[in-house]
């Protein structure tokens, strides 16, 4: 069974193509990115996905279900948005709540604050946090339900080297333990070393699917890769 | 539906309320100074005008009640969209109906508490209300539900039109208060205007208040909220779903939150 399978969806705002017929499949245990430029629609494919937007046509499966009519699914799932939330929320209390909403308990909260390496931000509120904590304790968030499925959209956009390094790492281990992880980024470096497959998207359409280990192959580098497809 | 999910969002906007001091103030502070302002003007009036004072008092009263539960469910609204949470929300699984619910739950939880100490002050400074407390009780009950009737018609409007709209969680209920005429007697306004006050959400209630304060029968405008609030309800409920769809549909709902 796939872990998302999207078929021939299209999305239009005010009459213009945001997705045009994307088709896309990824395996369950997949480090899986999507890259493409600004404005090419990785966001709406992603909050298409999470049952943000509706589609115009065409299918989203998640796990083998479909996440509009079969709600529950989503609760396999879990985001990492670009915009994080800005809550004025103790740490511990705005994971809490969403732990209630899940069903897990304080201890998990209190696992992923350990794992994290974040315990000492608990009783800190969200406005004094800076970029990279917000960022682990959008993923601390995003970790609570245990989920089968990660997305993520520009997980480490504005952070620092070490942070980002920090996060990569957390990320490379939960896919080792068989976390599905779908993952969208401008950052070259961050897809080289987290994607195993990559899917480029321009002006909505999915121009190429391929493995990256083939791409850097056929390319030489990334940033070859992004120039031919994104001019 | 889950009950465990609703508990855990009124559970997680006690938090957020709590964490909102803007909020407190709203709660307690606007309401209780006004009832207080308006309770020496009773006194003041009660000398010469009998019951008017105490008519202002209590309308106040209403007036700051169906304000406090209407804005808190679309406030907490509001603030998932100020603090790019919706997202996050509804991905967990939860329904739409839930997400209502679980704010209407609150409000009308805080609201109570808002409502017992405008009572308290209004009892303990200005004039004894425990006789018509049971009258007095079945116009609150019609005042809460037309209120959240109120409340869902907002959000549904607020999902349609985006959220430079956030305004109208504080500013919509002066619209229908304005045409229910709170204060003054319908039959003293022209016939068109009675037929407009009659088919606001509190146009009946309000009358129904000053009758009982003036001795008069208020069944008939009991009657007459229930209809009219019902009637909103139908049409509350189509535009809720209509406008979550809607912004789902239009992308309004990704970038309102």
């Not at chain 1, 070259?188 to 493995?211: D, S, W």
């Not at chain 2, 609150?106 to 508490?113: A, D, G, P, Q, V």
Request: hydrophobic share 50%; charged share 20%.
């Amino acid at each position: 069974m796939l872990a998302i399978e999207i078929e021939n969806l299209y999305k239009t705002f005010k009459g213009s193509f945001s997705l045009s017929n994307v088709n896309l499949e990824v395996e369950k245990g997949e480090f899986f990115a999507l890259l493409g430029p600004n404005g090419s629609g990785k966001t709406t494919l992603i909050h298409t996905i999470l049952t943000i937007l509706i589609p115009d046509r065409g299918s989203v499966r998640i796990l083998g279900k479909d996440p509009f009519k079969e709600k529950e699914v989503l609760q396999l799932v879990n985001y990492v948005p670009a915009e994080k939330p800005s809550s004025h929320l103790k740490v511990k209390d705005f994971l809490n709540c969403y732990a209630r909403l899940y069903g897990a308990s304080s201890r998990r909260v209190e696992k992923l604050l350990r794992d994290l390496k974040i315990t000492y931000l608990k009783e800190s509120e969200g406005w004094m946090l800076s970029t990279g904590e917000v960022s682990k304790v959008a993923l601390a968030k995003a970790l609570l339900n245990e989920p089968k499925i990660l997305i993520l959209d520009e997980p480490t956009f504005g952070l620092d080297p070490k942070t980002k390094k920090e996060i990569h790492s957390y990320l490379q281990k939960l896919n080792k333990k068989g976390t599905t992880i779908f993952f969208a980024s401008h950052d070259m470096v961050e897809v080289e070393r987290l994607a195993k497959r990559i899917a480029f998207i321009k002006n909505g359409k999915i121009l190429n699917v391929e493995e990256k280990n083939k791409i850097l192959r056929k390319f030489k580098s990334l940033e070859n890769y992004w120039l031919r497809l994104g001019r | 539906m889950k009950l465990s999910r609703i508990k855990a969002l009124v559970y997680r906007d006690y938090l957020i309320f709590i964490k909102s001091r803007w909020r407190w103030l709203e709660l307690f502070y606007f309401p209780i100074t006004s009832i207080i302002i308006w309770g020496f003007f009773a006194i003041w009036t009660g000398e010469f005008a009998s019951e008017a004072g105490k008519l202002a008092l209590v309308i106040n009263v209403f007036w700051s009640y169906a304000y406090i539960v209407q804005s808190t469910i679309n406030l907490s609204i509001n603030e998932d969209a100020w603090h790019s949470e919706a997202h996050h929300v509804f991905i967990t699984g939860i329904g739409k109906w839930e997400y209502l619910l679980g704010r209407i739950i609150f409000s009308l939880l805080i609201s109570s508490l808002n409502l017992v100490f405008m009572l308290l002050v209004v009892h303990l400074f200005f004039f004894n209300i425990a006789s018509i407390i049971l009258q007095m009780s079945v116009l609150f009950t019609l005042t809460a539900f037309t209120s959240v009737v109120l409340a869902i018609f907002i959000a549904g409007l607020y999902f349609i039109l985006g959220r430079d709209y956030a305004w109208l969680a504080w500013a919509s209920l002066q619209f229908f208060i304005l045409f229910s005429f709170p204060l003054s007697p319908l039959e003293i306004l022209p016939y068109q205007l009675q037929v407009v006050a009659r088919a606001m959400p509190y146009g009946n209630l309000f009358q129904g208040v000053r009758n009982i304060l003036l001795g008069k029968h208020f069944l008939q405008e009991v009657n007459l909220s229930i209809l009219v609030a019902f009637s909103y309800l139908i049409i509350s409920i189509f535009l809720y779903k209509f406008g979550f769809d809607y912004s789902r549909k239009s992308g309004k709902f990704a970038k309102m939150f």
